[in-house]
């Protein structure tokens, strides 16, 4: 059914994206489907060159669509390598959760399917708007009104970016929020986020910097110094050191420094 189908899509195009994976023309399927059910002829799929299958059973639709799901290796075909049932939920978003499951199945990593990218792009009139779309590129949605945004961070209850004030000051916004979460002499410059704490970039004194404090832009503390110029911080995984661009040795470069300072 249309459910089914839809769920096939998405895993095949995900699949295809991490460029991990070779997805076979249902064209070259010799097996019969509709006897195999959840199961496989295994002599008929290795015939087709695949060195897995993957079997779903798909029931309801919408919101409440449910898949029982099966993934055999035609050369050890006794019994299934991975077995699980998901949903309820949309047909979209099980079929990134299987995606992902495949992915940890071979490769012993987590996947990124259902999750979303923000981006900043040039609009009409010379506007430039904070945008997210699915990481497969669907579900394009404009977040920001203003006129000019940028540099987009996700954090704690949602996304942040900077965008310029009435007063033609750039302020740090959180989506869905008319106030400024972070308003500063000069201009703030965008943040990232590791739990409740925040990186972000300033220009007081006129140089931009990095600073660390609370994730409400409280308690700012300068962890960089430097005359040149500091931007785009990104937290380590744990979180205890931060890497940036600066053009302090002429041209830009990446640094790395203990989340603490220095």
């Known amino acids: 059914g249309p459910s089914g189908e839809a769920l096939s899509a998405v895993i095949a195009n995900d699949l295809r994206l991490s460029a991990l ?14 006897a195999e059910g959840l199961t496989i002829n295994a002599p008929s799929w290795a015939t087709a060159g ?3 299958v993957v079997k779903g059973q798909v029931t309801g639709q919408g919101d409440s669509a449910r ?36 992915l940890e199945l071979y490769t012993h990593q987590a996947g990124v399917f259902g999750s979303r990218i923000a981006f900043s792009r040039r609009g009409a009139r010379g506007r430039r708007h904070i945008y997210t779309v699915d990481c497969d590129g669907e579900n394009l949605s404009q977040v920001s009104t203003g006129r000019l945004n940028f540099t987009p961070g996700w954090g704690p209850g949602g996304l942040y970016f900077s965008s310029q004030t009435p007063e033609g000051f750039l302020a740090l916004f959180r989506q869905g929020r008319s106030s400024p979460v972070l308003r500063a002499d000069g201009l703030v410059m965008g943040a990232a986020f590791s739990g409740s704490r925040m990186a972000v ?12 404090g609370s994730a409400d832009g409280q308690n700012l503390r300068r962890v960089t110094t430097d005359s040149g110029a500091d931007i785009s911080p990104v937290w380590s995984p744990d979180g205890s050191k931060i890497a940036f661009v600066s053009d302090r040795a002429g041209g830009p470069q990446v640094y790395v420094l203990d989340a603490g300072g220095g």
Not at 21 to 27: C, E, H, I, S, T
Not at 72 to 101: C, K, Q
């Open 201 to 212: 970039v300033l220009t007081r004194d006129g140089n931009s910097d990095i600073y660390v």
């Open 21 to 34: 994976f070779r997805v076979l023309d249902p064209r070259s399927f010799t097996a019969n489907l509709d």
């Open 50 to 52: 695949a060195t897995s």
């Open 67 to 102: 898949v029982e799901l099966k993934v055999w290796e035609p050369g050890r075909p006794a019994a299934p390598v991975l077995e699980r049932s998901y949903g309820p939920g949309t047909a979209r978003s099980i079929a990134h959760r299987i995606a992902n499951d495949l």
